[in-house]
């Protein structure tokens, strides 16, 4: 079990967002759902029956979705970064998870029940932060002008090409 357990809220769609994502990763199982008890659904004012949590598992990293009412919304102020090695692996991601959301710049996008993922080639990384500070500059001067990121691109741009 791991010490650190990411929990999502939602108003009422966990369990609809939980199959959404374990479709799109590999790795990925709902692993137990739970729902409203009659004393909690009076206090929640949630119907009873209903899905209170669904705890699940995305490329084997456990999180916890919650189904706890209008009052949380997503921000950009969380996301989750997913390292891709493949350019294929980057477009597949970027189309499945902005899906009835937002294209975002640099990367970011917002899926369909508003969480923030970063989809990100892991040689981003590795170029960002090259010893040569002008290779550096320049593909980042290149991510600023993407939204989904181009491996192709910012190679280009570390290669000044």
Do not use: H
Not at 11 to 19: L, S
Not at 81 to 90: D, G
Not at 131 to 160: G, N, P, T, Y
């Amino acid at each position: 079990m791991q010490t650190i357990t990411p929990c999502l809220w939602f108003d009422d769609k966990a369990e609809e967002a939980v199959k959404f994502y374990a479709s799109i990763f590999k790795n990925s199982k709902i692993k137990s759902i739970t729902r409203y008890s009659e004393d909690a659904a009076k206090v929640s004012g949630r119907p009873k029956g209903s899905v209170l949590t669904v705890a699940f598992q995305l490329a084997g990293q456990e999180f916890l979705a919650l189904n706890g009412g209008p009052i949380f919304k997503f921000t950009e102020a969380v996301s989750f970064i997913v390292n891709c090695e493949t350019q294929a692996e980057v477009d597949r991601l970027w189309e499945k998870l902005s899906e009835g959301g937002e294209k975002g710049q640099c990367g970011w996008l917002k899926d369909k029940y508003g969480l923030s993922w970063q989809i990100v080639p892991t040689v981003l990384g590795k170029m960002l932060q090259d010893k040569d500070a002008r290779k550096s500059e320049r593909v980042m001067s290149a991510l600023l002008q993407m939204k989904k990121l181009e491996i192709k691109r910012l190679e280009q741009a570390f290669r000044r090409e």
